[in-house]
């Protein structure tokens, strides 16, 4: 699902935190796909509360 929605693209990131040293973000395709999101309605990823809380996937 993750190469179908990013795959050759150029994306826009926001970043929204870090975890364990590394940069958490909300990204978006080319078409304005909100990925992260597209990922979770998709069921091939899971929303975990703490980092949606940071900035909340699917606004």
């Given at each position: ?29 080319q ?12 069921g ?5 509360p ?10």
């Amino acid at each position: 699902m993750l190469s179908q929605l990013a795959s050759g693209q150029m994306l826009q990131c926001e970043q929204t935190g870090t975890s364990y040293g590394r940069v958490t973000a909300v990204c978006w395709n080319q078409q304005q796909t909100e990925i992260n999101c597209a990922m979770v309605q998709s069921g091939t990823t899971l929303l975990w509360p703490k980092f949606n809380a940071q900035r909340t996937i699917c606004q």
